[in-house]
Nanobody, 121 residues
Framework: QVQLVESGGGLVQPGGSLRLACAAS????????MRWYRQAPGKQREFVAAITSTGSTYYADSVKGRFTISRDNAKNTVYLQMNSLKPEDTAGYYC???????????????WGQGTQVTVSS
């Protein structure tokens, strides 16, 4: 079994910064792409950022230049550094990852339970 646990959310003023973390644990052979999504009340969940196992990164246009995704493969952890936060960034933030539990198995997608980010003065 694989678990993803997010942390680092909270209340921050506009223009402030937060750093989210998502740690994977359990029976893990290899983690491929790791991603962050977010969901605001009454809205669909949307893609925020992704990072491949080789370090290639991808961002939604709405966060480019403000958010940075990174990962620590030794810790099975992905991070999301969020700077210049805006009220419209308020949402639950969720990570997911393509995890291979055995060398002979395909990767499956796992989700974390989410962490709330609120940007307000």
């Amino acid at each position: 079994q694989v678990q993803l646990v997010e942390s680092g959310g909270g209340l921050v003023q506009p223009g402030g910064s937060l750093r989210l973390a998502c740690a994977a644990s359990g029976s893990i052979f290899r983690i491929h792409t790791m991603r962050w999504y977010r969901q605001a009340p009454g809205k669909q969940r949307e893609f925020v950022a992704a990072i491949t196992s080789t370090g290639s990164t991808y961002y939604a246009d709405s966060v480019k230049g403000r958010f940075t995704i990174s990962r620590d493969n030794a810790k099975n952890t992905v991070y999301l550094q969020m700077n210049s936060l805006k009220p419209e960034d308020t949402a639950g933030y969720y990570c997911n990852a393509d995890v291979q539990v055995l060398a002979s198995s395909n990767a499956n997608l796992y989700w974390g339970q989410g962490t709330q980010v609120t940007v307000s003065s």
